[in-house]
């Protein structure tokens, strides 16, 4: 890495330097997407996509309501409506079935998010966009790596968005995100709107954005690609060794897995009685568990204009009260695991 460093500060090749060109022909070749183009952050990395996707401000997107906010906010940026889902129970990725029953004249796109490492069903998510002529843009954000049936996320949709935020299994050294795609022409409009709508310099046949990634983040992240599979199977690893401890606690409710998934497990999220009480003791253990996401999109106040109170997406709404994310990283010891099962049973009573 302090080779890249060294190597950018002396080209003084901050902006769109050959570490960003080298990133994405790496990660377009880790995922096998014909395209990967670095922006700013992922949730650019989503409004670039609609907008190169060609959405309009009729367009109607369909989304879960349980995400982090981007999903929706990147819905909102792009200048369409979003049209929020509920999840299902068991794994709470996007209920489909309820998608379709969403489906209206103006409905363009679906934006399925591969929540906490592993990937919405490709299959079903197909279906229902060939049935209705729908764009699927995938919100790959959580799920660096992650495939299902060998397909790796932000390779199935018409294209994709993901974040390579600090805290994602693939991160940066601050902000940074990418596009995804196959499809040439897109890729190009992407290249151009995070660049002031310009493909040659101060010519600007289009509005754009100033949404680059980073140099010197490209560095850190061709750096720490290189170690992605071996950190995603250790993640796998410490998912398993939870699902063992916590086998003989019937109270708490494990993740599922999607038969197909490989899942890298951005997060590994179960189900608890008395969550927030639990949470605490947690926390007061010393044991950095917490809530993902506490609120769902309809009942966050930036989104109060759509008019979905309370009762809207019950599964969503009792997940929101019910979830708990255990501590999950690489790194993660046996030893540590065993002392946050400890302090769940304890907390649990
Ligand atoms: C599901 C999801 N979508 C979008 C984003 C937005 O990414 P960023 O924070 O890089 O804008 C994130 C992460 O923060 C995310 O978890």
């Given amino acids: 890495m302090a080779a890249g460093f060294a190597a950018a500060l002396d080209q ?32 650019d990395a989503l409004e670039l996509a609609l907008r190169a996707a060609g959405v309009d401000a009729d367009a109607e997107v369909l989304l879960p309501a349980n995400t982090f906010i981007a999903t929706a ?24 079935e309820q998608a379709a029953a969403r489906v209206t004249k103006r409905t363009r796109f679906l934006l399925p998010v591969h929540l906490y490492g592993q990937m919405a069903p490709t299959e079903t998510v ?44 693939l ?41 680059r990634l980073d140099t010197l983040q490209a560095v850190v992240l061709n750096a720490k690609l290189k170690r992605l599979g071996g950190w995603n199977e250790a993640r796998r690893a410490a998912a398993r060794r939870y699902d063992d401890l916590l086998a003989d606690l019937p109270a708490v409710t494990r993740p599922h897995t999607l038969a197909g998934n490989e899942h890298v497990f951005h997060l590994y999220v179960v189900r608890v009685p008395r969550r927030d009480d639990v949470l605490r003791r947690l926390n007061a253990d ?64």
């Fill in 12 to 43: 003084t090749a901050f902006i769109l330097g050959p570490a960003v060109a080298a990133f994405e022909a790496a990660y377009a070749a880790f995922i096998g997407a014909r395209h990967c183009i670095g922006v700013a952050n992922g949730t």
């Fill in 126 to 169: 197909e279906a229902l966009a060939r049935a209705h002529g729908l764009t699927v843009i995938e919100d790959a954000a959580q799920a660096q790596g992650a495939r299902r049936d060998g397909r790796a996320a932000g390779t199935t949709g018409r294209a994709a968005g993901t974040s390579f935020y600090p805290g994602k299994n």
């Fill in 286 to 349: 010393g044991i950095g568990a917490q809530i993902h996401y506490p609120v769902p999109i309809h009942l966050q106040g930036a989104f109060r204009h759509l008019g979905l109170g309370p009762g809207s997406f019950p599964v969503a709404e009792r997940a929101a009260r019910e979830i708990l994310s255990l501590p999950i990283y690489p790194e993660l010891t046996a030893e540590q695991q065993a002392r946050v099962v400890a302090s769940l049973r304890r907390a649990l009573g």
């Fill in 171 to 211: 991160g940066a050294y601050g902000d940074a995100g990418a596009v995804t795609t196959d499809d040439d022409a897109l890729a190009a409009r992407v290249r151009a709107l995070r660049n002031y709508g310009s493909e040659v310099k101060y010519h600007h046949p289009e509005l754009g954005f100033n949404s």
């Fill in 73 to 96: 906010l990147a819905v909102l940026r792009a200048g369409a409506r979003p049209v929020l889902v509920d999840c299902e129970p068991d794994h709470h990725l996007i209920d489909l």
